[in-house]
Nanobody, 112 residues
Framework: QLQASGGGLVQPGGSLRLSCAAS????????MGWYRQAPGMQRELVAS?????IPNYADPVKGRFTISRDKNTVYLQMNSPKPEDTAEYYC??????????WGQGTQVTVSS
């Protein structure tokens, strides 16, 4: 089970940190990441990070967002957010032997 937290209202140019923790006695996921979905839009990948710590970013967030992880938690540091980053953010953990597990979604609103 995944528990996401850290969403809320943030001003443009501010910062926000999202977290997503896996509960229980489990092995570390092979891959972790974040998707987002704005109203009327398709869900899109924001960032992912491999078990080896290699990050991957969508072009719109490169240079502003940073993804990181420890054994059971994935983080998304959002610096200089823009109004177009407003969306529901969903985390996932992926295990080769278990498949995808998703968090419940956390709302991020970027507005002054």
């Amino acid at each position: 089970q995944l528990q996401a937290s850290g969403g809320g209202l943030v001003q443009p140019g501010g910062s926000l940190r999202l977290s997503c923790a896996a509960s229980g006695s489990i092995s570390s996921a092979n891959d972790m990441g974040w998707y987002r979905q704005a109203p009327g839009m398709q869900r899109e990948l924001v960032a992912s990070i491999s078990s080896g710590g290699i990050p991957n970013y969508a072009d719109p967030v490169k240079g502003r967002f940073t993804i990181s992880r420890d054994k059971n938690t994935v983080y998304l540091q959002m610096n200089s957010p823009k109004p177009e980053d407003t969306a529901e953010y969903y985390c996932y953990h992926f295990w080769v032997d278990r498949g995808y597990y998703w968090g419940q979604g956390t709302q991020v609103t970027v507005s002054s």
